[in-house]
């Protein structure tokens, strides 16, 4: 192993761990949205 896994890491770091999962359920939502609105037309 590398490293040490007990170490805490800042807040701020483990909050960009969230930013792929959110972009990709946002573009999911985006996608979806769009594809409705343009079955509306």
């Known amino acids: 192993m ?3 896994p007990d ?3 800042p807040r701020l770091w483990q909050a960009w761990c969230l930013v792929p999962v ?3 359920y946002g573009t999911l939502v985006v996608v979806l949205l769009a594809g409705v609105f343009m079955q509306l037309e």
Do not use: C, D, F, T
Request: charged share 0%; aromatic share 0%.
């Open 2 to 4: 590398l490293g040490n």
């Open 7 to 9: 170490v805490p890491l």
């Open 22 to 24: 959110l972009s990709m």
